[in-house]
């Protein structure tokens, strides 16, 4: 990764320091020529400038999505800061209380030894306790990979777009960048061929910024980022998974024998993430463990949201599905962290009529980078959500009432959604429920 930036314009120039770190794979040629050096930096000038329009190397994706901005923009709503379902108790968990709990059912008790052996995979729960903050590094690689439309939306007008590989060419490139202190702040910063989106917790609101939507916070009370439990926060994963229970005994992911623990956000938490228009009927979230390690090996989530169509009695479906296989495990400071993995993601729409429903898939690889803990000088000021939201909150009001509209569209042959119903992603980001349009009435 690298993280400075030369200044060609003066030799005797300092060199700019990167916000995020920009990911190796954009310089090519030989590393020895300063030529060829100069044109991959005048490539990266031109990648991250703000708001260009670049070319599209496939003419499917600039058919299907209207455009590289309009693609990367679907990507980074869905894949890029998603949140897991319920808050996460901040408080020290001891895992070695009693296994078995006559006032509980079986399930939840050998859900309690599932975390107890997970926990002591990791490191244990005296290294855990001992983490008061973490910083994390990576780089990402995103691609619409399939597109579908029609009856079912599982055969009729399918167009694959394309397929991630590891190393190969392919999907849009970018890095990231991950901080996190107790007891529930965080804040990333994901940058994808040029286009950001900032993230964070203040340990009372959740919020996201995006250059097309302003910053809006999470309905309800905040929630961690989804990145986290994707194998770099394991004392989150446990504290998570302490109250689940074990829903199937066995099931083989990537040649490893799992038990799966099921967690599912309570009626209340789903309330209160809800509007008089926008439902969210239920989120789940599955952890797949090792019975031969210990370890979280895959992170799976599904949320349902039903939106009321203005004007009539209609209502749209929104299923979202999230798989991340989990890699790579190597210990960092007595912490066992995932370095590596792969996420899947899967969104439905349905209701009206069978001719509107649609399925679109999106893959993500990530590999972390760089991990530290207990980072000194790590202040509360990190962690300040963005102007525009502190002074809401100075009003007593924790949710920007703007609304702002998502301007993604996507096309296949005469099939058109509009953006507003993508947001599937950003629902729980606004309280204006008018941001629901019909196709016909609106387009981007």
Partial sequence: MRKLCPNFDREDGLETVLEVPIPEEMFTGNKNNNNTTH???????????????????????TALFGGKNTEIQLLLGVVGAPL????????????HHPIVDKDHPIEASMAKYIVKQYVASVGGEKALNSIDSMYAMGKVKMAASEFCAGEGSLNDRLVKVRHLKKGVGGGEMGGF????????????????SGRKISAGSDGKLAWRQTPWHHS??????????????????????????????????????????CFILKVEAEASALRARSTSNVEIIRHTVWGYFSQRTGLLVQLKDSHLLRIKTPGNNNSIFWETTMESLIQDYRFIDGINVAHTGRTSVSLFRFGENSESHTRTKMEEIWTIEEVDFNIEGLSMDCFLPPGDLRKEEDHGCDVITSNPKLPFKI???SFRVSASKVVAIDAEYSDDSTEYVDDDEEEF
């Fill in 216 to 257: 809006h916070a999470s309905r309800g009370p905040p929630r961690p980022l989804r990145r986290f439990l994707q194998g770099l926060d394991p004392r989150s994963t446990a504290n998570l998974f302490s109250n689940s229970v074990l829903c199937v005994m066995e099931k083989t992911i990537n040649n490893e024998d």
């Fill in 39 to 61: 044109r991959s930096w005048q490539n990266v000038k031109s990648w991250i400038k703000p708001h260009s329009e670049r070319s599209s190397t496939s003419m499917s994706m």
């Fill in 84 to 95: 897991i379902p319920l808050p996460i108790p901040s408080s020290h968990h001891d895992h």
């Fill in 177 to 192: 960048v991950l901080w996190q202190k107790r007891p529930d702040l965080w804040c990333l910063e994901l940058v994808v």
């Fill in 411 to 413: 096309r296949a042959a």
